[in-house]
């Protein structure tokens, strides 16, 4: 389902993901809305990774297991997309 029906778009690659946006719905703005916010959470939420030990790690790990698949899956998606459809190619 996620590869044929979604458009993959990463907050670590936010801009990236934006200008995918852009060029596949044809929008004509230049701004973007909230992308400021969504950097400021984003690295907020990789600070606190910081503290946690590895066994803490490992028991939320554990837990997601699942969304950490889905989330490497995605990640996949996102650079097939990249040079299927928009023609970026990550390794020139």
Partial sequence: MLKH????????????SFERFKMY????????LCDDQIII????????VKDLNA?????????NSFDVQLYSY????????GSQI????KFQ
């Fill in 86 to 89: 928009f023609g970026i190619n």
């Fill in 25 to 32: 719905f044809n929008w004509k703005t230049d701004s973007y």
């Fill in 41 to 48: 959470n984003s690295s907020k939420l990789k600070n606190h």
């Fill in 5 to 16: 029906k979604f458009l993959i778009g990463k907050v670590d690659n936010i801009h990236e």
């Fill in 55 to 63: 066994q803490e790690l490992n028991m939320i790990y554990d837990s």
């Fill in 74 to 81: 995605a990640e996949y998606l996102f650079q097939q997309q």
